[in-house]
């Protein structure tokens, strides 16, 4: 008898579940999602690729400047985010998707 | 007197979320002994902390557990905390304490879940994992990510709380407060849980306490231990009493962690309630040294860290003992006498976290 109650409200409630690849929940403001780097302000100064816990990034100034992310190796810690003395990485809200 | 005969349970069982095994003899359908042997996913978890200087750990502690993954980071930070005689800010420790009753409430509904699947309680299955999604998505709201936090820091928090946040916490918890009104008078009420619960895998307080039984599985016999009582984070503020059991069966361990859940939503609105202004981490200043040794309640239990620094960035040693691994062994008091049909039952009584165990 005492579920009746519940019984009533799943019945006539929405499904709790999305169809998802066709209704898409929107990211919460503030989810540590992706990284993403601005490129024209980075200083290429590694300090994110020395603090990073996972190595997932790789920072060279020759012979040309790079900064490349391992998504794969990234735990989206955003303590590369904290370091950066530029501040020119962000968190992005979206999760990464392979392509 | 039946023919005995050995047959492997696990590591790959339909019933089992992580690779535990166990060997059962068993005379007819009546397990007479049961030997365990661990070490499927072992990942050098200890080993690579010592190569990895002592802020980054943090990061990698919290992976020890994909379920109470922020109990294992504050556990390791105030670990160093202590080594590194730093004074946590008020507002961080109460932070800390809201995200780690939020970690349980998640722990507690997905075990849930998991034994009335065991026992093929589907729908029981589905609404548990229903509730725990509030939760989990309020993790995700006030800290960036449904599992895996990472807001633990030595020093603090690294992530405040703003007012409109503090209020949707409160929100939440109302709202898991009521589907918490509907599920769990049904369940503890509910005859074929009876059924499946009672009576089966009983230890004694004597047996569990020899055996080292912690957490639930220890509480549910009449071992009242928690470590929250000892005030570590903003415990000894929120006037926590544990809940205690007597009976020592599956049904008693149910019945801990159903009281747990409320006693959680009790802590986090007391928590947000007399939440202090002010900083929420201090800087770390010099490197760890010396030796200590760090404990903390997770969901299924007491969890030891043991720290040692040498002065330099990285740690000489860390050790994780979980709490799993101290149920393991009242498991196997357990076992002995049940039908081969309650051992999954029994075997999730103690909501075992493998990974946690090997590390």
Excluded at chain 1, 26 to 40: K, M, S, W
Excluded at chain 1, 44 to 71: E, F, M, Q
Excluded at chain 2, 322 to 327: D, E, K, L, R
């Amino acid at each position: 008898m005492t579920f009746l109650n519940a019984i009533f409200r799943n019945l006539f409630s929405r499904p709790a579940t999305r169809r998802y690849p066709f209704v898409k929940r929107e990211p919460f403001p503030g989810t540590r999602g992706q990284l993403a780097i601005d490129p024209d302000r980075c200083i290429y100064c590694g300090i994110c690729a020395k603090r990073c816990p996972a190595n997932a990034i790789t920072v060279s100034k020759t012979p040309s400047k790079s900064w490349t992310l391992d998504n794969y190796r990234c735990v989206i810690c955003g303590y590369c985010v904290e370091v950066c003395p530029k501040k020119c990485l962000t968190m992005k809200q979206d999760y990464f998707s392979p392509k | 007197m039946a023919r005995k005969s050995v047959i492997p349970f696990g590591p790959q069982h339909p019933v089992l979320p992580e690779p535990l095994h166990l060997r059962l003899v068993l005379e007819d359908e009546r397990v007479v002994e049961a030997l365990p042997s661990i070490g499927y996913i072992h990942r050098g978890l200890e080993k690579l902390a010592e190569q990895k200087d002592y802020i980054q750990d943090a990061f990698l502690v919290e992976r020890t557990c994909g379920i109470c993954s922020f109990i294992h980071a504050l556990t390791y930070c105030q670990g160093i905390e202590a080594l590194l005689k730093l004074e946590v800010p008020p507002r961080a420790r109460y932070l800390r304490t809201v995200w780690s009753e939020m970690h349980r409430v998640h722990s507690h509904l997905l075990w849930l879940g998991l034994l009335a699947d065991a026992f093929g309680f589907e729908n029981l299955f589905m609404q548990a994992w229903r509730a725990r999604e509030e939760v989990v998505d309020l993790m995700e709201v006030t800290a960036g990510a449904r599992i895996m936090l990472g807001m633990c820091c030595v020093g603090g928090v690294r992530r405040d709380l703003t007012d409109e946040q503090l209020a949707a916490v409160l929100k939440s918890m109302d709202k898991l407060n009521r589907q918490f009104d509907d599920l769990i008078p049904v369940i503890l009420k509910d005859y074929s849980v009876q059924q499946r619960l009672r009576g089966v895998g009983r230890i004694s307080r004597e047996t569990a306490y020899e055996r080292g039984a912690v957490g639930p599985v220890a509480r549910a016999s009449g071992v009242a231990r928690d470590f929250r009582e000892t005030g570590y984070a903003a415990y000894g503020e929120l006037g926590f009493v544990p809940v205690v059991e007597t009976e020592g069966d599956c049904y008693a361990r149910m019945e801990v962690r159903l009281a747990e859940l409320y006693q959680c939503l009790h802590l986090v609105r007391a928590a947000v309630r007399k939440m202090p202004s002010g900083p929420i981490s201090v800087t770390p200043k010099g490197n760890p040294d010396g030796e200590y040794v760090s404990r903390t309640e997770q969901p299924r239990g007491e969890v030891v860290y043991y720290l040692k620094g040498n002065g330099g960035k990285n740690l000489d040693r860390l050790r994780i003992r979980t709490p799993t691994f101290a149920n393991i062994a009242p498991l196997l008091a357990m076992l002995p006498g049940c039908e081969l049909a309650d051992v999954p039952v029994i075997v999730l009584s103690i909501d075992p976290c493998i990974s946690c165990t090997e590390r």
